[in-house]
Every structure is written in C-alpha cells, then in structure tokens.
C-alpha cells in the first residue's frame, strides 16, 4: 500500500521561508508523478505544484512561480517544496499527492492522483 507523509509545515512572518517535505513509501517512488495542493479553511483544493518522475518536467499555479520550488530525490523516496517570500495568502494546509500516471497536460487536476497525504499546516502571519 502507498503511503505519503508530509511534514516541515509551520508559522512564519510573511516574507519567510519553508522547506516542506513528503516521504514516500509502498511503491517504487521514481514511477511517480508527484504535485502538492493546498486548502484553506472555507475554500476549494488549489493546485500549487506538480514534478515529473525523473524530474525533467515542473508545473507550478500561478501565484507561487518564482517563489516555490518543487524537487525531488529518488533515492531518498522523497519530494519537496521549497517555499521563499511567503505571504499571509498562502496559508494553508499543504497536501502531497502521487499518481503512477505518465507526465501529461493535466497534473493540475486533483482527480489525476491516485495517492495522498494527510497535509501539514503552513500559517503565514503579517
């Protein structure tokens, strides 16, 4: 069975930084897609970024290209999201996903993912 764990979630000022992390474990990890969504209280899932399985291929929402980053390391079954100038608009719950679907035009899209974690909080006070 998949499994998808995140962490590295927290309270930060606005225009602080965090690294936030999703192990992976169940399957063979470099077969993924992965991406993190996010949700904020009140309001729908939102897609945020998307890395392809070898990495050669990103995608990220609008409002965060140029300040997030999407990584991954296969050997370390883990992927990551580094998060630079972060404004009170991106506090949420940040969820990690996985899909054994090829790299495609829809990676956006929640109903893509076949797998996900239970989300780590990201506050971003002003």
């Known amino acids: 069975q998949v499994q998808l764990v995140e962490s590295g979630g927290g309270l930060v000022q606005a225009g602080g930084s965090l690294r936030l992390s999703c192990a992976v474990s169940g399957r063979t990890f470099r077969r993924d897609t992965m991406a993190w969504f996010r949700q904020a209280p009140g309001k729908e899932r939102e897609f945020v970024a998307a890395i392809s399985k070898s990495a050669g291929s990103t995608q990220y929402e609008e409002s965060v290209k140029g300040r997030f980053t999407i990584s991954r390391d296969n050997a370390k079954n883990t992927v990551f999201l580094q998060m630079l100038s972060l404004k009170p608009e991106d506090t949420a719950v940040y969820y990690c996903?996985?899909?054994?679907?090829?790299?495609?035009?829809?990676?956006?899209?929640?109903?893509?993912?076949?797998?996900w974690g239970q989300g780590t909080q990201v506050t971003v006070s002003s």
């Open positions: 996903a996985a899909t054994f679907k090829g790299w495609g035009t829809e990676v956006d899209l929640g109903d893509e993912y076949e797998y």
